[in-house]
């Protein structure tokens, strides 16, 4: 494959400078833990920022020099590597690692399809019976309306007041700002993360070019740790993802080794790996590449489960990892990076290009709030095949939206952002997000198949917002929130098939999620209250969009005040999408995409709705990813690449090999 040119920033006539320095100028403390890597090199290794930076980014002076420097170290270091990873081993214990449930023949499997199609039989009788009768009995008993009214009303008087309390909140912090804590004296260690699937060398080289071209966090100790979920090659790739990374992308390696069961899975059975670590442009990488697909949920369970284990080192904890597993893990981070101590973990997807400031806002975002323990930045649409794209452009409004109304709310008034992107976010490493509690019992709950349908929907979509709403709720004294500056562009479907595809486990993950914030007694009340309103507005949407083509008729049996007050409320939060434009889109060109596509989502969006709320249902018993994550074939280490095994594995795309395939 071509190897693709530099990182081109979508907005790369914005200046996206910090307001200020996170790292306080002339620190003393900061000082001292320079000299320190002077003092002790082998121990702080060759993380960037360092006197021993042997980076290769741009600006980097003498860089030929620095990397011979790193390439004598790394020899030094070369003699003493089996012994260090022998003392991490004894460090921890590795737990047993049992199935989650015994079915030799399949047929918990087989009665677990049987009883999904009865799941699937019995709610969409519910959502389209219920629909229907609203329907009809909002135009045949129009004396009655205040009966058939609240269904409709109650969405929009909750979003009417979730504007007017944004900007009258707003209006009081320009007054009186909120507290901040002062910018930490101490440098911050960063675990970067990013999982991989089916990814294109193109977008795995932007993706990492992004975070090699980071600004603002030079000083900070960072590890990089990329995931990679099975061996699988998608449409148009002529080699896997797993050998575009470890053949021709991260070419500078010190160790690439196979590892049997090195860890285990959240299935609880045990998972082989092939281990490769090295620099990539002057940043320290373990590349980790599964030997079976088991979800993206999968891989961060190990790494977050890893940086908090990693911090517990000296008690002698029980982790999900084998001792050669996190040996090797420990070493590379203590030795290969520097790092003693993991503050956060930053996340991103290997679509996706972080701003050069990102990172930055992120950690200063994290960093400025006591009891913040997720942040996550604002996701904008990629205009890479073409900057007036229709699919592109109305993604790009509803993101905008999103991030710009609901999110902004949850993170200005309630502080309780209940979905950080994956593609975007950072997160305190503590107890909070990275105990076993949260990871294994909450967040790693393996469904089988005798388990219920919204065991398997929470268990199958929405990984990000699943994690942080089993954090609110469980420890309610969390607060997440969102840096408006930390700026991320990710690519959207462009086709039909795949955006529903995709809608579909957003909307069911959605929907779980919300199900469980408003029956749990940890949940802030405003957001009970929304996550409600976001229930009863997707159960009733044939409804609701039916009763806005009978307004008109409605208004003529309805008292006048009810038609006002009701126009009113729609009327604003659409007044308030218009206003974004001012201050979202930072160049008048996104400004202009944005409206335009904000045109386009007006008309299409109840149409669209409709349309997922059909094709959701329909899938509903489908707990893969379907078109999203496509791939035409699997590396499975016995030579097969025919075309009927082609076909079969585009058929089975199934996510993971955990829980039910889809029933047929």
């Given at each position: 494959?071509?190897?693709?040119?530099?990182v081109t920033n979508p907005f790369a006539d914005v200046v996206?400078?910090?307001?200020?320095?996170?790292?306080?100028?002339?620190?003393?403390?900061?000082?001292?833990?320079?000299?320190?890597?002077?003092?002790?090199?082998?121990?702080?290794?060759?993380?960037?920022?360092?006197?021993?930076?042997?980076?290769?980014?741009?600006?980097?002076?003498?860089?030929?020099?620095?990397?011979?420097?790193?390439?004598?170290?790394?020899?030094?270091?070369?003699?003493?590597?089996?012994?260090?990873?022998?003392?991490?081993?004894?460090?921890?214990?590795?737990?047993?690692?049992?199935?989650?449930?015994?079915?030799?023949?399949?047929?918990?499997?087989r009665k677990g399809k049987r009883r999904m199609k009865w799941?699937?039989?019995?709610?969409?009788?519910?959502?389209?019976?219920?629909?229907?009768?609203?329907?009809?009995?909002?135009?045949?008993?129009?004396?009655?309306?205040?009966?058939?009214?609240?269904?409709?009303?109650?969405?929009?008087?909750?979003?009417?007041?979730?504007?007017?309390?944004?900007?009258?909140?707003?209006?009081?912090?320009?007054?009186?700002?909120?507290?901040?804590?002062?910018?930490?004296?101490?440098?911050?260690?960063?675990?970067?993360?990013?999982?991989?699937?089916?990814?294109?060398?193109?977008?795995?080289?932007?993706?990492?070019?992004?975070?090699?071209?980071?600004?603002?966090?030079?000083?900070?100790?960072?590890?990089?740790?990329?995931?990679?979920?099975?061996?699988?090659?998608?449409?148009?790739?002529?080699?896997?993802?797993?050998?575009?990374?470890?053949?021709?992308?991260?070419t500078e390696k010190t160790l690439s080794v196979t590892i049997?069961?090195?860890?285990?899975?959240?299935?609880?059975?045990?998972?082989?790996?092939?281990?490769?670590?090295?620099?990539?442009?002057?940043?320290?990488?373990?590349?980790?590449?599964?030997?079976?697909?088991?979800?993206?949920?999968?891989?961060?369970?190990?790494?977050?489960?890893?940086?908090?284990?990693?911090?517990?080192?000296?008690?002698?904890?029980?982790?999900?990892?084998?001792?050669?597993?996190?040996?090797?893990?420990?070493?590379?981070?203590?030795?290969?990076?520097?790092?003693?101590?993991?503050?956060?973990?930053?996340?991103?997807?290997?679509?996706?290009?972080?701003?050069?400031?990102?990172?930055?806002?992120?950690?200063?975002?994290?960093?400025?709030?006591?009891?913040?323990?997720?942040?996550?930045?604002?996701?904008?649409?990629?205009?890479?095949?073409?900057?007036?794209?229709?699919?592109?452009?109305?993604?790009?409004?509803?993101?905008?939206?999103?991030?710009?109304?609901?999110?902004?709310?949850?993170?200005?008034?309630?502080?309780?952002?209940?979905?950080?992107?994956?593609?975007?976010?950072?997160?305190?490493?503590?107890?909070?997000?990275?105990?076993?509690?949260?990871?294994?019992?909450?967040?790693?709950?393996?469904?089988?198949?005798?388990?219920?349908?919204?065991?398997?929907?929470?268990?199958?979509?929405?990984?990000?917002?699943?994690?942080?709403?089993?954090?609110?709720?469980?420890?309610?004294?969390?607060?997440?929130?969102?840096?408006?500056?930390?700026?991320?562009?990710?690519?959207?479907?462009?086709?039909?098939?795949?955006?529903?595809?995709?809608?579909?486990?957003?909307?069911?993950?959605?929907?779980?999620?919300?199900?469980?914030?408003?029956?749990?007694?940890?949940?802030?009340?405003?957001?009970?209250?929304?996550?409600?309103?976001?229930?009863?507005?997707?159960?009733?949407?044939?409804?609701?969009?039916?009763?806005?083509?009978?307004?008109?008729?409605?208004?003529?049996?309805?008292?006048?005040?009810?038609?006002?007050?009701?126009?009113?409320?729609?009327?604003?939060?659409?007044?308030?999408?218009?206003?974004?434009?001012?201050?979202?889109?930072?160049?008048?060109?996104?400004?202009?995409?944005?409206?335009?596509?904000?045109?386009?989502?007006?008309?299409?969006?109840?149409?669209?709705?409709?349309?997922?709320?059909?094709?959701?249902?329909?899938?509903?018993?489908?707990?893969?990813?379907?078109?999203?994550?496509?791939?035409?074939?699997?590396?499975?280490?016995?030579?097969?690449?025919?075309?009927?095994?082609?076909?079969?594995?585009?058929?089975?795309?199934?996510?993971?090999?955990?829980?039910?395939?889809?029933?047929?």
């Amino acid at each position: 494959m071509v190897a693709p040119g530099p990182v081109t920033n979508p907005f790369a006539d914005v200046v996206s400078s910090p307001e200020e320095v996170h790292l306080k100028p002339g620190s003393t403390i900061a000082d001292s833990e320079v000299s320190t890597y002077m003092e002790n090199p082998i121990t702080h290794g060759s993380q960037s920022g360092s006197l021993f930076d042997f980076s290769t980014r741009a600006g980097t002076p003498d860089k030929k020099s620095q990397f011979d420097k790193g390439s004598i170290l790394s020899e030094k270091c070369g003699k003493k590597y089996t012994s260090r990873v022998e003392e991490f081993e004894d460090l921890v214990t590795q737990v047993e690692a049992k199935p989650a449930f015994q079915d030799p023949d399949g047929i918990l499997e087989r009665k677990g399809k049987r009883r999904m199609k009865w799941w699937k039989l019995g709610f969409s009788s519910l959502i389209f019976g219920f629909n229907t009768f609203l329907l009809f009995g909002s135009w045949w008993f129009k004396g009655y309306h205040y009966v058939f009214l609240p269904f409709i009303a109650f969405g929009v008087a909750v979003n009417f007041s979730v504007v007017v309390s944004l900007v009258l909140w707003k209006a009081v912090r320009f007054f009186i700002p909120e507290k901040k804590l002062p910018a930490p004296d101490t440098l911050e260690s960063l675990m970067l993360v990013i999982p991989c699937y089916n990814e294109t060398e193109d977008e795995l080289r932007n993706s990492l070019d992004s975070l090699v071209e980071q600004k603002g966090i030079e000083k900070h100790r960072q590890a990089l740790f990329i995931m990679v979920d099975g061996r699988v090659r998608g449409p148009g790739m002529e080699e896997t993802t797993a050998d575009a990374l470890l053949n021709t992308i991260l070419t500078e390696k010190t160790l690439s080794v196979t590892i049997k069961n090195a860890y285990t899975g959240w299935d609880n059975s045990p998972m082989d790996i092939i281990l490769q670590k090295g620099t990539y442009k002057g940043l320290s990488y373990m590349c980790i590449v599964k030997m079976q697909n088991k979800g993206k949920r999968d891989g961060l369970i190990l790494l977050r489960s890893f940086a908090y284990m990693f911090n517990l080192r000296n008690e002698n904890p029980a982790t999900i990892l084998s001792q050669r597993l996190f040996g090797e893990m420990a070493s590379f981070v203590l030795d290969d990076c520097g790092i003693d101590n993991f503050h956060s973990i930053v996340g991103m997807d290997a679509d996706t290009i972080f701003d050069p400031w990102c990172i930055y806002h992120l950690v200063s975002e994290l960093s400025r709030y006591p009891n913040c323990y997720g942040v996550c930045g604002v996701v904008t649409v990629d205009f890479k095949d073409g900057d007036w794209n229709l699919w592109r452009l109305m993604q790009n409004a509803a993101y905008t939206i999103s991030q710009g109304l609901p999110r902004l709310h949850q993170s200005t008034v309630t502080h309780k952002v209940s979905c950080l992107p994956g593609c975007c976010q950072i997160l305190k490493v503590c107890e909070e997000n990275n105990g076993d509690y949260t990871l294994r019992e909450l967040f790693g709950y393996c469904p089988s198949p005798n388990d219920s349908m919204l065991k398997h929907l929470r268990g199958s979509y929405s990984e990000d917002r699943n994690h942080v709403c089993h954090v609110l709720t469980s420890r309610p004294h969390v607060q997440t929130r969102q840096a408006i500056k930390a700026i991320a562009w990710t690519d959207v479907p462009t086709s039909l098939s795949v955006f529903m595809s995709q809608r579909k486990r957003w909307s069911m993950g959605a929907t779980v999620n919300d199900l469980h914030l408003f029956t749990s007694r940890g949940t802030q009340w405003f957001e009970r209250i929304r996550s409600f309103s976001n229930i009863q507005t997707w159960f009733c949407n044939i409804f609701i969009m039916g009763s806005i083509a009978g307004l008109i008729h409605a208004a003529t049996s309805v008292p006048w005040y009810v038609t006002v007050g009701f126009l009113g409320g729609v009327i604003i939060p659409y007044i308030y999408m218009v206003t974004l434009v001012f201050w979202m889109p930072p160049t008048p060109k996104a400004k202009a995409q944005f409206l335009l596509g904000l045109v386009i989502y007006f008309f299409t969006g109840p149409f669209l709705t409709i349309a997922i709320q059909f094709y959701t249902t329909y899938h509903l018993d489908s707990f893969s990813w379907g078109k999203t994550r496509r791939v035409v074939s699997e590396d499975n280490d016995n030579g097969s690449n025919s075309l009927e095994d082609e076909k079969a594995s585009t058929l089975n795309d199934d996510e993971s090999t955990v829980g039910l395939a889809r029933t047929t």
